[in-house]
Each structure stands twice: as structure tokens, then as C-alpha cells.
């Protein structure tokens, strides 16, 4: 009866596990001098209304809160950042994410900008519109790849949630086995 | 949501969290026989597959925990079962945290416990099957609540900047705890009719 019972409850868990799962993570893209990105559960669901928080070294430089596809976009400061800036998201219930752009993606567009500033001593404008458009359709391109590799990364594999239950129950195997030995 | 992440909590609260924890895993170990192994291990692997199922919820998305039903299961031996199923869920997908994996078994185990004992022994005497998922439900959601609770308190306690706020806990916690309710109910009536001992931590 017991073992009926503890079928039941593998039945419901196991047509329903690869549905869903549950952990916050924020994925965030740069072109030119504006950040932009979205927060997203693993396995579905983005949080709404959720306050975000953009900060570099020297503080905090951006912040609002979330569209209703979790979404959240910001300019750099004109400066630009002092270095890496870290995007937080925060549900206010216990879920916290972060995505940290690092310095040298940020500095994007400012550095092959001096690089050909050396070699052109003095870039014309139409040089630096090149870059920007190449900058910039480079960025549509690779985003979609940059959003499938975060997706790939954080999907849950029925193998490893498979192998979870069967360690589980293995570990009680392995009591049981030393308990026996004992006696 | 009950997967407080690394890098959040201050190190008291960590330490504390996982002497708690110690303390209640040792327990839980202490009890453990032939007849609890089992039933530790299997529902153990319920929670662990069960609390990877989430829903999209507005700001956030929710997940079953079952802290109620292995509360009145196993009593103590739910720190057990809910320690190894963490571990297990940080090490193969990244949820929670291997320092928080203290605070986080106890803020799901201990409420279940606590309830499940207190309330255990009046659902296996209980006549009539409506007064029994009743009371059921009240463990599943008093536990699921008792978590909320926890959770807040140990953000709340570490001072960080991410101090839950009350509107947005309630509007998360109530509609798991509903459905959290809802399965613990099913499941002990279930459990009533075909096994009525699967809800006695200790036959006596």
C-alpha cells in the first residue's frame, strides 16, 4: 500500500518536473553607452513591477523597476562606468539575482574608437559612424546566441533531477545497508 | 524564495542557521530506523523534485514545499530529508547556496516540524475525514507561512538591502500556502484511507 502511495506521488512529480523550476537570473546586454536586459525565472516566468538597481564602483548609477516582461534598460553615465557595473534584481521576497557587465564590454565602443584614433590621428566622423553601426549590428546578431547560452546554461536537465531522486534513494539504501550490518 | 542564496546573509545568521540546522539533523538522525529510512528517503526525493516545480506568480514564482507533510511524516527526520534534497538541489542547479544550506533547511524544516508535531497527533485520532484534511491543510499552510516568516526574519536579521517587504511576502506566501494546503490535505487523506501509520513519525 505504502509503495502505491510513494508511486502516486513519483506520478505526479515526475509528469510535472520538466515543466518548471525556480531560480532568478538576470541577463543583461550593452550596445553603445545603454545597457539593457530582462530578469527571468529558470524555466519560466519573468518577475513584473520588481525593483532593479544598476551600480559601478563608485555607487549606484541607474535604477527603476521592472516592465511586465521583466524588463529594465539604462543609459551609462556620460562619463562612462567606474568599472564593472553589476545589474541587481530584487523581488522583495527572498529572490535576489545579479548580472555584472565587466569593464572591457562596456568600454565597447570607446575602445576601438582610440584604437583607430592612434592610426588615423584624428578619426573622422565618418569613421566613428562606422564603428558605431558595426558596433551595433554586431550586437543585434550576437544577442540572440547570448540569450540561447544563459537559457542552455540554466535549464534544468531531467538526467540531473533523475539522478537527484535516485542519490536520495540510494543514500536511504545505504542506511539501511549499515544499519543491517550493525545488528 | 525559501532558496536564500550566497553572499546575502550576514555571518551570524549564517552560523546560527547552521548550528540550528546541526542540531536538528541530529536529531533527526537519532531517530532514524528501518522503518524511517525509507520514508525519509522517499519523501525526501518528493520535496527535491516537487519544490522544482514553480509557477510564474506575478513578481515572483512559487514553488510546493511539502514542509507540512513531512512534518507529520517524519517529525525531527524532516531536517533530514530536507538537508539532503537541498545539497542535492545546490549541487546539481545552482538553488540556493552551500553556505546558506543551514539557514535555508531550517527555515523550511523547522516550521513543518514544529507544526506537524503539534498538530500530528490530532490527525491520526481524527474520525471524520473532513476534520482530518482539514487539519492537514492548516499544517501545510501554517508551515508554508511559518517559512515566509523565517525567510523574512533572516534577511530582516543580516540588515542588507534586501529586507523583504511585508505587501509583496503576503501576496506571494498567501496563494502557496493555499495551494500548499490544498496538497498536504489531499495527500494525508489519501494517506488515511489506504495507510493510516504512513502518518505516525513512530508507531508506538
Redesign the interface.
Known sequence: MRRRAAALLFLIFGLAVPAQAHKLKVFATVEGTSVAGYAFFIGGGRPHGTPWTAKDSSGEIAGGTTDAEGRFAFTLPPAGAAGDVTVTVDTREGHIASATLSAARLGGSAAPATAMAVRTAAPTPATTDITAAVEAAVQRQVEPLLERIEELDARLRVTDIVSGIFLILGLGGMALWARGRRR | ?????DG?LSAPVLIGGGLLAAGGVALAVRG???RA??R???L???F??????????????I?LLLSGLMGIMLGAGAFAAVL??LA??VL????GGLTTLGVNTVNIALPGVLFGMALGPAICEARAPALRALLAGAVGALSVLGT?AL??LS?ALSGS??T??AS??VA??LPLALGEAFVTAT?VA??AR??PD?LRPALP
Not at chain 2, 524564495?1 to 542564496?5: G, R
Request: hydrophobic content about 60%; glycine content about 6%; charged content about 5%.
Open positions: 524564495m525559501a532558496h536564500i542564496p546575502i532514524l530506523d528501518d529510512i525509507p525519509t528517503a522517499i525526501s526525493a518528493a527535491f523534485a516537487g519544490s522544482l516545480i514553480a509557477v510564474p506568480m506575478g513578481p515572483t514564482s514553488h539532503v534534497a542535492l538541489q546539481l542547479f545552482g538553488f515566509g525567510v523574512a534577511l538591502e534586501y523583504p517587504v509583496v511576502l506571494t506566501y495527500i489519501f494517506l489506504v495507510q504512513a
